[in-house]
Nanobody, 122 residues
Framework: QVQLVESGGGLVQAGGSLSVSCAASGSITSINAMGWYRQAPGRQRELVASITSGGTRNYGDSVKGRFTISRDNAKNLVYLQMNSLKVEDTAIYYC????????????????WGQGTQVTVSS
């Protein structure tokens, strides 16, 4: 099985910075893309940022220019640096691993972390 463990997050004032990280563990051969989604109360889960194993990045429109995603393929780690935070960035941030291939199998699956709270105060 695969586990995604998130760390970081917390409370920050508007305009501040915060980072979150996520580690995927298990018998993993490869992960196509890792990323972050967020869900605020009463809203649908939305893409924040994702990055493929080849380094291609994709950002949600609302975070472009403020957030930066990076990845350590060897360690199955993904990081999200969040700058110039706004109150509307407040949400639970979920780590996602897409296209995970487990050792000894040809099965491709997606996994989610439990989520970490990011709160931006005004």
């Amino acid at each position: 099985q695969v586990q995604l463990v998130e760390s970081g997050g917390g409370l920050v004032q508007a305009g501040g910075s915060l980072s979150v990280s996520c580690a995927a563990s298990g018998s993993i051969t490869s992960i196509n893309a890792m990323g972050w989604y967020r869900q605020a109360p009463g809203r649908q889960r939305e893409l924040v940022a994702s990055i493929t194993s080849g380094g291609t990045r994709n950002y949600g429109d609302s975070v472009k220019g403020r957030f930066t995603i990076s990845r350590d393929n060897a360690k199955n780690l993904v990081y999200l640096q969040m700058n110039s935070l706004k109150v509307e960035d407040t949400a639970i941030y979920y780590c996602n691993a897409e296209g995970v291939v487990l050792v000894g199998t040809l099965v491709i699956s997606d996994y989610w972390g439990q989520g970490t709270q990011v709160t931006v105060s005004s």
